[in-house]
């Protein structure tokens, strides 16, 4: 990385260990520290599934590398892995680490807008990992009502806070509110620097279709992020001085309503979904693309029924609350906007797998996980109809039909979409090749056993199996065959999903042992990140690039090239000799 | 058709329409997903770029290109609007009109029980004869083939009421009341469960609804009001 060419005048001086990697302002650097943050937590929550998922398959026998597990512990994993896995993984990896990463390459810049800004960003968000992980180690534990903090559950005297301010402050209730406020004033500092740094810092030329759909779906998402955030921020607070002030907001004996709080939480928790879905659509756009060399099919299309999606996000929440009391005429409403908002994210699905026909289709590691993140969010998507219908959701709400669905939707956005992106992008900002091959194998492995842990759910939600439930020997209808063995299964699967990941880890190591780097382009791709050295220089282009040419410029009969770089311009280049430097390179593609 | 049933017995009389209601969105999700995975892995078995080297140029943004998913899209639309319509009967039946009740109870969740109050002699709820019962498993009664109003409570945190057999959840929220109904047509004890977190034992809150013969009903007041007289 010593041989930064520093043309631009920017300012971009050489810097010491301490600035380059740890207090680095480079929004390469913070979108990495963003993304090895993610996976940690990653880690942590993906061990906290293998203790609960253990218990539920072996109730009442202790759990190898934990212990005994008690109604108390259950409801905390439980609590705390859905809310790591969605605002410290999903959220740092898919948004801050690949927006980081993306925008300002792909739109041709030298960084983000806001530098300092954007490393306070990661900051806070580190400083909120911490608060959220220390609420494990106080007195009483983390916080164990659910990861959707439903008062008065959460609240007062139900979530076991004391009358005392201090003691009050440093109960896992409280922490955890404070780190879920922090977590979301790092991603709010985040999304105002996408924004800005899309509209203002775009190269020469690049006017709003040339820009790759990745940069359009991250912008889309966080401006669904802001617009809805900040319901969300006054529901925290209100509970967090619930809990430490002896407020009443939610407590109704005081006036308090429990039922606005769903209301503020679902109000962002909705749209929340959204927010880690287009990231993740953006990741497949790019790489099905390339791997079929194909435009994207109607791009601008895609993009409008993108933001007709994103408006319709913001008015479908109420219908995480069917049952929760409100008013029955108000339900049919939320009810119809969910179920029509299948209609332009079904239009942008269609649109993808078109791009596929008629194209010149390679196998790349990156380019199955991309393909298994369509198939299985199929699946995700249209067991939503069954959900997104008020009246099948009475019976199906709160059941393992929802843990299921929620799965099939957020796995494969969460992990299938952020290994394609990381098998694709790996060489660019790291500089090595990953293996291909055990990029493969890992695939499989993870395709197989993420439908063995959460397809058999289904059924067992059909059956009337509720969920958050520590110990099922009361119900009869959960303990019978087969659904026993149902949850048997989902648990081995779920042990070998976690297991299957180590190859994803040996295989990062060896890539970073190896002596020889990637090329600058090793998939032949248009887009923008691809046009300089692997990895980018600090300021990444070493010389000012302006767009002539849109995002997927792939065989396009008019040009003499396979595709076309965005920065290609026909009047400078000499074609002969440049025809040669855009040949496929023939040794990595052979291998798929 | 397979060896174990999708779902548990049904004892409501609107229950069928709501395991309807499932068969009808299968069917169209299966549909809908048959022809995506076909759009979805043809490309992937014809068009390996050893079969075709170059691929197509086609940008999709004609009309003329993006006639199929239109179709496509107009089939969706159609479909759920059936969804919608099919529905939404069923939801004012369950959920907006609620009948005339035979029997009027009010359910309250606590940490961690349901507790049943049962109209005194006066047939009459809220009233100083109720019958107030809060104890493990003694089972909401109730007479078979009778439609039952229930006032849905919660005590201290939210709770939910759930019968998987009556097709029926509905939210317990500290500071509404939520009026519900149903009406069982078979008789038996059936786990009345909360769905809906609650605090530490909330695995432990259970109790039946126990469905019984008019006279089996009676004769169980009847325990109850010799149980509790002493407390009038």
Not at chain 1, 329 to 341: D, E, H, L, N
Not at chain 2, 62 to 83: G, Q, Y
Not at chain 2, 162 to 168: G, P
Not at chain 2, 173 to 189: C, D, M, N, V
Request: glycine residues 8%; hydrophobic residues 50%.
């Amino acid at each position: 990385m010593g041989q930064a060419i520093h043309l631009n005048g920017n300012g971009h001086h050489e810097q010491s260990f301490w600035t380059k990697y740890l207090f680095s302002t480079d929004h390469k650097t913070i979108g990495m520290q963003y993304i090895i943050t993610g996976l940690f937590m990653a880690a942590i929550g993906g061990f906290l599934a293998y203790v609960f998922r253990m218990n539920l398959a072996f109730p009442g026998e202790a759990i190898p590398l934990f212990g005994e597990l008690g109604p108390q512990q259950y409801n905390m994993l439980v609590t705390n892995h859905g809310m790591i896995m969605v605002l410290w993984v999903a959220m740092p990896i898919l948004v801050s680490g690949l927006g980081n990463l993306l925008i300002p390459t792909m739109i041709g810049t030298d960084d983000m807008a806001f530098p300092t800004v954007n490393m306070l960003s990661y900051w806070i968000f580190l400083l909120s990992s911490v608060v959220l992980l220390a609420s494990f180690f106080v007195p009483g534990g983390g916080f164990a009502g659910g990861w959707t903090l439903y008062p008065p559950l959460s609240a007062g005297a139900y979530a076991d806070t004391s009358p005392d301010f201090f003691t009050a402050l440093f109960s896992g209730t409280s922490l955890f509110i404070l780190a879920v406020a922090l977590e979301i004033v790092s991603m709010l500092m985040g999304g105002i620097n996408f924004l800005v740094t899309t509209i203002n810092k775009r190269a020469p030329g690049m006017s709003a279709f040339k820009m790759p759909v990745m940069v359009w779906f991250l912008c889309i998402a966080s401006l669904d992020f802001m617009f809805s955030v900040a319901p969300l921020v006054a529901g925290a607070v209100m509970l967090l001085f619930d809990n430490i002030l002896g407020t009443g907001f939610y407590d109704p004996v005081r006036g308090g309503d429990p039922v606005l709080f769903q209301h503020l939480f679902w109000f962002f928790g909705h749209p929340e979904v959204y927010v880690i879905l287009l990231p993740a659509l953006g990741v497949i756009g790019e790489i099905i693309t390339v791997f079929s060399r194909k435009p994207l099919f109607a791009y601008r299309t895609i993009v409008k029924l993108s933001l007709i999606a994103a408006v319709l996000a913001i008015v479908v929440w109420a219908h995480h609350q069917f049952i929760a009391g409100i008013d029955p005429r108000m339900a049919t409403f939320f009810s119809v906007g969910t179920i029509i908002i299948s209609i332009p994210f079904a239009g942008v699905f269609l649109s993808y797998m078109a791009t596929l026909w008629g194209g010149s289709i390679r196998f790349s590691a990156a380019m199955i996980w991309a393909l298994g993140f369509i198939g299985l969010f199929l699946i995700g998507g249209l067991t939503g109809l069954f959900l997104g219908s008020n009246t099948f959701d009475i019976y199906a709400h709160d059941t393992y039909f929802v843990v299921a669905h929620f799965h099939y939707t957020l796995f494969p956005i969460v992990f299938f979409a952020f290994f394609a992106a990381f098998y694709y992008w790996f060489p660019k900002f790291v500089g090595k090749q990953l293996n291909e091959k055990l990029g493969k194998i890992h695939f499989w492995l993870t395709f197989v056993f993420f439908n063995g842990t959460f397809f058999l759910l289904f059924f067992n939600g059909l059956m009337g199996q509720h969920r958050r439930v520590h110990d099922y020997s009361l119900f009869s209808n959960v303990i019978q065959e087969p659904y026993i063995t149902f949850e048997k299964i989902s648990t081995v699967c779920a042990i070998l999903l976690i297991v299957s990941q180590f190859i994803f880890l040996y295989n990062l190591v060896i890539s970073l042992r190896k002596k020889e780097r990637a090329p600058s382009n090793p998939w032949n791709a248009a887009t923008l990140e691809w046009q300089t050295s692997s990895p980018p220089p600090h300021g990444n282009f070493p010389v000012p690039v302006k767009v002539y040419h849109g995002p997927y410029e792939y065989s396009n009969p008019s040009f003499s090239l396979d595709y076309v770089p965005q920065n290609y311009d026909e009047r400078i280049m000499d074609t002969e000799s440049k025809q040669d430097q855009y040949e496929p390179t023939a040794d990595i593609i052979s291998t798929t | 058709m397979l060896a174990f049933s999708i779902f548990p017995k049904n004892i409501s009389t609107y229950g069928q329409e709501i395991d309807n209601l499932f068969w009808l969105i299968l069917f169209f999700v299966t549909v809908a997903f048959v022809i995506s995975l076909y759009v979805l892995l043809r490309p992937l078995f014809t068009n390996h770029y050893k079969k075709v080297p170059k691929a197509r140029y086609i940008t999709g943004e004609k009309k003329k290109h993006f006639r199929w998913i239109t179709a496509a899209l107009v089939l969706l639309a159609l479909s759920d609007f059936a969804i919608l319509f099919a529905e939404h009967p069923v939801w004012a039946k369950t959920q907006e009109n609620i009948p005339d009740p035979d029997m009027h109870v009010a359910i309250i969740g606590r940490q961690w029980n349901w507790i049943f109050i049962y109209p005194g002699k006066d047939g009459k709820l809220y009233t100083a004869d109720d019958l107030y019962i809060d104890e493990q498993n003694s089972g909401l009664h109730v007479p078979v083939n009778k439609t039952v109003v229930f006032d849905l409570k919660a005590r201290d945190v939210v709770h939910s009421f759930f019968v998987a057999e009556l097709r029926l959840k509905q939210d317990a929220i500290p500071g509404r009341t939520i009026k519900r109904w149903f009406k069982a047509t078979e008789t038996g004890k059936y786990d009345m469960a909360c769905a809906e977190i609650c605090g530490v034992l909330h695995s432990q809150m259970r109790n039946f609804l126990v469905v019984e013969s008019q006279e089996q009903f009676d004769a169980y007041m009847n325990t109850l009001y010799e149980k509790y007289k002493t407390n009038q």
